[in-house]
């Protein structure tokens, strides 16, 4: 991880504290936001009732397409900002969903144990600090056969797509930051942190490294196509 990115990282909760309270309104600007979680949710292909661990939740968002894309499943989401949680708990989700403050990269010292049947982290993986050794702690909270699904940015492999990414977030994400919610700072981290990320088949290999089998990527639709994707795998049954 570079140096650079390291300093950043360590703020990041904080940065999400501050703009907790604008958030929903900003990623509601964000044509095929809500319906891309759905997707991802949708394509863990889980049973209703299924256990499912949702990291990074944020505002809920997408506990929220958990909630509505796999009929009374049981939901633990987790999140390391606070002021993303207070946001989250507001939207009343149900006696299904549990949320719970922690760290993604130590989810069982805030009290996380599985298993799981399926794990949804949304925006998650780019932002910890050693994604090996995480992916290595989700793979032993998943059952045997669970899936897990990584909706995440991606544009290291496309120029075109690097090329959309820069021009959306230096035009549009960070301008709008900084008028609704007074900040900027997360999402000039954002876009930094997007554009040092792995690439789809370096991503893909990592997965396949911690013992993730059926690796695959999907892909999203309109704008973001070859930006965001669903990198799904399952843990050997």
Known sequence: ?????????VDVPDAFDHVAHRYDLLTGMNPGYRRHLALSAR???LD???????LCCGTGLSTQAIA???????????????????????????SGVQFVLGDAMAPEEAGIRGPFDGILMAYGIRNVPEPDACLTRL???????????????????????????NAVSLG??????????????????????????DGVRAF?????RAGFEAVQTEPMDGWQRGIVHSFLARRPG
């Open 1 to 9: 991880m570079p140096a650079r990115l390291a300093r950043h990282r």
């Open 48 to 54: 209703p009732g299924s256990r499912v661990l949702d």
């Open 204 to 208: 893909e290999r990592r997965l396949s």
């Open 172 to 197: 549009v994400v960070i301008p709008s930051g900084l008028l609704f919610s007074g900040s900027s700072r997360i999402y000039r981290y954002l876009r930094r942190s997007v554009n040092e990320f």
């Open 68 to 94: 509505s894309e796999i009929p009374d499943a049981e939901i633990v989401a987790l999140d390391a900002s606070a002021g993303m949680l207070a946001v989250a708990r507001r939207k009343r989700l149900g």
């Open 139 to 165: 793979y032993r909270l998943l059952s045997p056969g669970g899936s897990i699904c990584f909706h995440e940015y991606s544009v290291a492999d496309s120029r075109w797509s690097r090329f959309v990414w």
């Open 43 to 45: 394509r863990l292909a």
